[in-house]
């Protein structure tokens, strides 16, 4: 080692030896043991630290043995600066408490992603924990659609961001149904992909309105066949035509986005309109003599014409 080195580790110890920690005071502390009921930190001071296992965090999830390292850097609140056995003792969750609720704004910023996991059901929602802080998650954000029974997804882990936070009234609220809502939408949108322009499916009949019918051509897929491409006929609504869960034949005319465009008709030719058929020949018209001898007005115009 150089005597420069040695004279800047002097210098340090030396600092060290006059450096005066006050209870309140926040520092930053490298784990040097960890046993079943406290956590041993180096202070770089005359003494070591000790944080007890009640004053790790606030989240009942957390493991002293599995979420604390030797060796990691962690930040603590000086909450004893001297006990009786000259060690002094620190909170981890004093200093969460305080420091995290910046890093939770820049979570919320970010839209940053947790695995919430639900330690409770309570009027109107669960509970859980984010970063050591206790948070809020309402019945109707647990999941896609509003949640009735809450006490089955205790123990459950959802996906979720934050959706409000309120440093000043220590307030976390989560949402884990817009996450699923992106999840779903992605899912969507990959099994759209699959589609193609051109290709013929098979569906039922969801929903008719004025303008069309809405066909779900399986896996969540909607696809609308607008009025004027179910038939070739002229039809004032689609219920001329469908009902409710008909099954139908149909192609796929266009893809735009998640919106599908179908056609029926292109798959069918519908049935001539034999309206005419029916139609009655005026007398005038008519011939009253043997198809021989057709001597009609109609024929006469026929005469000398060769079809």
Request: charged residues 30%; aromatic residues 6%.
């Amino acid at each position: 080692m150089s005597e420069e080195q040695s004279m800047k580790d002097f210098e340090s110890e030396l600092e060290s030896s006059f450096k005066v920690l006050h209870e309140g005071d926040i520092i930053d502390v490298t784990v040097i043991g960890v046993s079943d009921s406290e956590i041993t930190v180096d202070l770089n001071y005359y003494t070591e630290g000790i944080i007890p296992l009640e004053e790790c965090s606030n989240d009942p999830s957390f493991s002293i043995k599995k979420d604390i390292n030797i060796g990691d850097n962690i930040k603590a609140m000086v909450i004893d600066s001297e006990n009786a056995s000259g060690n002094v003792i620190l909170s981890m969750k004093e200093a969460n408490n305080i420091l995290i609720w910046d890093k939770l704004k820049e979570d919320y910023a970010n839209g940053t992603h947790f695995n919430f996991k639900i330690t409770e059901a309570v009027p109107a929602g669960v509970v859980g924990y984010v970063r050591g802080i206790r948070a809020f998650m309402p019945a109707s954000q647990i999941d896609v659609e509003y949640v009735e029974d809450t006490e089955s997804y205790v123990g459950m882990t959802v996906d979720s961001i934050i959706l409000e936070i309120k440093p000043m009234e220590h307030k976390l609220i989560m949402s884990g149904k817009m996450p699923a809502k992106e999840k779903a939408m992605a899912e969507k949108n990959n099994r759209i992909g699959r589609l193609a322009e051109g290709s013929d499916v098979e569906g039922v009949v969801e929903r008719l309105e004025s303008y069309g019918a809405f066909i779900n051509i399986g896996e969540d897929i909607v696809g609308l066949c607008h009025i004027s491409q179910i038939t070739n006929k002229f039809i004032k609504s689609p219920k001329e035509e469908l009902k409710l869960g008909q099954k139908v034949k149909a192609k796929i005319i266009k893809i735009d986005g998640d919106r599908i465009s179908l056609s029926i008709k292109a798959l069918k030719e519908d049935e001539p309109d034999n309206e005419d058929e029916n139609y009655e020949i005026p007398d005038e018209y008519k011939n009253n003599e043997s198809e021989e001898h057709d001597e009609s007005p109609f024929a006469k115009l026929l005469q000398g014409i060769e079809l």
